[in-house]
């Protein structure tokens, strides 16, 4: 897969966004060992102190992506495609602030980092389909997922915060989502329910260490300690979701982290409690890291190399990870 040239630029971070990423030593050492090499390393560094190339989805429940190009075009933007979404640009003009168009406001396209995109294709729903959205604030899966199940079906959008469903649903209602149910509460507490699910996403709370580039104090805030209280977290949230599935049903777990407890070390716990969970191969045109398979004291099972695991300088994008089980 080729990133246009115009894509691979980079732009460094603005002095004071700089200021706020204080790299700890104890991050820089582990950054090191994780990554390799030095070269690897700085290639690291320097993406995730460079601005992010920003990315809008085509809602094709409301607008075909051609008339939406067009549209755009006739206002001087460029658009380059997003080779893994096919709804998805990388959008380029004399202003930024893609938020304060009128196809924004009538919600003919979301704004949406190009990796963000990744999680719902690996999801695949189908028109008809119960699917779950466990982790879904402020809705930029969501609502790729209701477009692509084309309003039919129904999916179940939780998140555990007051204040985190109100973007939630405000996006819901401006792109037109009709088939999708809002819920509050911990994703722990959906065990409860008796419906089974055809397809669930965790997008799970994590560290944001693949999200640098978008918010600078993730580095002020980064501590080991804070990683594994997560991963703990994620391993509840992923358990929850796999027991929901029904079967022959399909979960897709991600985070915006590159650490490996909150990702490998997740997949490999949950292979673990579960003799019927299986990986299942990620085929994107899209350019990826292997896996971790072994880091520090933790040795991961084999069939994680199956999981996409992307660094910020694999695409000029965000760092992500994202693992397909299928329930047998």
Not at 165 to 174: A, E, F, S, T, Y
């Amino acid at each position: 897969m080729a990133i246009p040239p115009q894509l691979r630029q980079l732009t460094s971070l603005a002095d004071a966004d700089k200021a706020r990423a204080t790299i700890k030593k104890d991050f820089e050492a582990r950054y090191r060992q994780l990554l390799g090499s030095d070269e690897a390393y700085e290639s690291f560094l320097k993406h995730s102190l460079s601005y992010l190339n920003k990315g809008i989805r085509a809602n094709t429940l409301k607008i075909g992506v051609a008339e939406l190009n067009e549209r755009l075009q006739q206002q001087k933007f460029t658009l380059y495609p997003v080779p893994w979404c096919k709804e998805g640009f990388w959008m380029k003009g004399d202003r930024t602030d893609f938020g304060n168009l009128v196809e924004h406001a009538l919600g003919y396209f979301y704004i949406q980092e190009a990796a963000s995109m990744i999680p719902a294709v690996v999801l695949n729903p189908k028109p008809g389909e119960v699917v779950l959205d466990m982790c879904a604030s402020p809705g930029s899966k969501t609502t790729q997922i209701a477009a692509m199940m084309e309003n039919q079906g129904i999916v179940v959008a939780n998140d555990i915060s007051g204040d985190r469903m109100k973007p939630l649903g405000i996006n819901l209602q401006r792109v037109g989502a009709l088939n999708v149910v809002e819920n509050y509460g911990k994703g722990q507490q959906l065990q409860r329910l008796s419906t089974r699910f055809d397809r669930v996403l965790v997008d799970a709370p994590c560290s944001g260490t693949g999200t640098i580039r978008k918010s600078p104090d993730t580095l002020k805030i980064w501590n080991p300690l804070m990683v594994r209280r997560l991963g703990l977290q994620q391993k509840s949230l992923v358990s929850t979701a796999f027991a929901l599935l029904r079967e022959g049903g399909t979960l897709v777990y991600s985070t915006c982290s590159v650490e490996p407890e909150e990702n490998e070390g997740v997949i490999d716990w949950l292979l673990q409690q579960r003799s019927d969970a299986k990986l299942d191969e990620i085929s994107l045109d899209i350019n990826r890291s292997s896996p971790v398979l072994s880091f520090e004291k933790s040795e991961y099972n084999q069939e994680i190399s199956k999981c996409l695991r992307i660094w910020p300088q694999d695409n000029n994008t965000e760092g992500f990870f994202v693992a397909r089980i299928l329930k047998q």
